[in-house]
C-alpha cells in the first residue's frame, strides 16, 4: 500500500496554517515527475472511456494531472475541483499557459458534497489519491457514482507500492531505513484516517466499494514511475523534499541512529546525500481501478 504522504496536505479541511506556494510548488513538482506514468494511465483509461464530454479531476490539487487529461481527451470539458481555492488558481494558470484554457474550468469546494454544483453529470471522474481524505470512503464513493452519466466512468488511483529511492543498504547507518518509513508512514496514515470527521474502518477492497455504489469494475491496473540511478537534479530535488518531510514529521519517532542516517542523506555537503550519491533513484507504482456506470 502506498499513500503518498507528501500530498497529504492540501485535501485536509484545515486550511489556515499551509504555506500554499510551497505546498503548490511540491505537489507540481511530483506530478510533473510522475507524468510519464499518469500518460501511461491515461493512456489506458482512453480504452475504457472513448470521447467523453465532461471529465471531473476530483481533488485536483494545482491541476498538473487536469491539464494531462485535457490533452489526453482532446474532446473533453475538464472541471478541476479542490478544497483549496489558491491551488485552484494555480490550475487555471497551468490550463491557460497550455493553452487548454477554452475548455477547463474550477469549483471550489469540499469533496464529494461540492460535485452537487457540477452542471451535467461526468462521463469520467478521476480521483487521484483524494479519496482517502474522506471519513466515509463508501458513501464518497458512492456520490462520485451519483454523478456519474450512464455509461460514465469512474477512475479511482488509490494504492500501490512505497516509493522507494535508495538501495537497502546505503553503507550508512542500518540498512533497510526506507521500510522502518515505510511502517511509521502506515501509522501515521491510520491516524490520519482514524481523525477524519465521520471516519469509518473500511476494508481498502476498492472493486468491491465501487460495486456496491452499483458501479460495473472493468479493470485495474498498476503503472511503474522508473527513473533509475543516477537519476536527475530534479528528482533530487524532490526526494530530498519528501525525505525532509519525513524526518519532520516522525523526529521524534525516529531510531536516534536513522535520524541521524535521514540528516546526512539530506546534507548537500554531505558525499553520501542524495543531493550527491550515484545509487540515487525513484521507483513507484501507482494502481488504477475502474468502474462504469451502467443504470
Not at 503518498?4 to 505546498?23: F, K, L, V
Not at 477547463?104 to 458534497?113: I, N
Not at 470527521?197 to 479493470?219: F, I, K, Q
Not at 540511478?229 to 530534479?234: L, N, S, V
Request: hydrophobic fraction near 40%; aromatic fraction near 6%.
Amino acid at each position: 500500500m502506498a499513500h503518498d504522504h507528501e500530498t497529504h496536505g492540501h485535501h485536509h479541511h484545515d486550511h489556515t496554517d499551509i504555506d500554499w506556494s510551497r505546498m503548490a510548488e511540491h505537489l507540481e513538482t511530483q506530478a510533473e515527475l510522475f507524468t510519464p506514468l499518469y500518460e501511461r494511465a491515461l493512456a489506458w483509461l482512453g480504452h475504457k472511456q472513448t470521447e467523453p464530454g465532461l471529465i471531473v479531476d476530483a481533488g485536483s490539487g494545482p491541476g498538473v494531472l487536469s491539464c494531462l487529461l485535457a490533452d489526453a481527451f482532446p474532446g473533453a470539458r475538464v472541471v478541476a475541483v479542490d478544497g483549496a481555492e489558491p491551488l485552484l488558481e494555480r490550475a487555471q494558470a497551468r490550463a491557460e499557459r497550455l493553452g487548454v484554457a477554452d475548455r477547463f474550468g474550477t469549483l471550489a469546494g469540499e469533496l464529494p458534497g461540492v460535485l452537487d454544483d457540477l452542471d451535467y453529470p461526468a462521463d469520467l471522474l478521476w480521483a487521484s489519491r483524494s479519496l482517502h481524505h474522506l471519513g466515509d470512503q463508501r458513501s464518497g464513493i458512492a456520490a462520485f457514482a451519483a454523478r456519474l452519466a450512464r455509461g460514465g466512468t469512474l477512475a479511482l488511483m488509490e494504492g500501490g507500492l512505497p516509493a522507494r529511492f535508495l538501495p537497502r543498504d546505503i553503507g550508512i547507518g542500518r540498512p533497510g531505513l526506507q521500510a522502518r518509513l515505510d511502517a511509521l508512514e502506515e501509522e501515521w496514515f491510520a491516524t490520519m484516517r482514524a481523525d477524519l470527521p465521520d471516519s469509518v474502518a473500511e476494508a481498502e477492497d476498492w472493486p468491491a466499494l465501487m460495486a456496491s455504489a452499483g458501479l460495473r469494475h472493468t479493470g485495474t491496473r498498476s503503472f511503474m514511475l522508473d527513473l533509475p540511478a543516477p537519476t536527475t537534479d530534479r528528482a533530487r530535488a524532490y526526494i530530498a523534499a519528501s525525505l525532509g518531510r519525513l524526518r519532520d514529521v516522525f523526529a521524534e519517532r525516529l531510531d536516534p541512529d536513522d535520524r541521524e542516517t535521514l540528516d546526512r542523506l539530506l546534507d548537500p555537503e554531505d558525499a553520501a546525500s542524495v543531493h550527491r550519491r550515484a545509487d540515487t533513484f525513484l521507483l513507484a507504482v501507482h494502481t488504477v481501478h475502474t468502474a462504469v456506470r451502467t443504470g
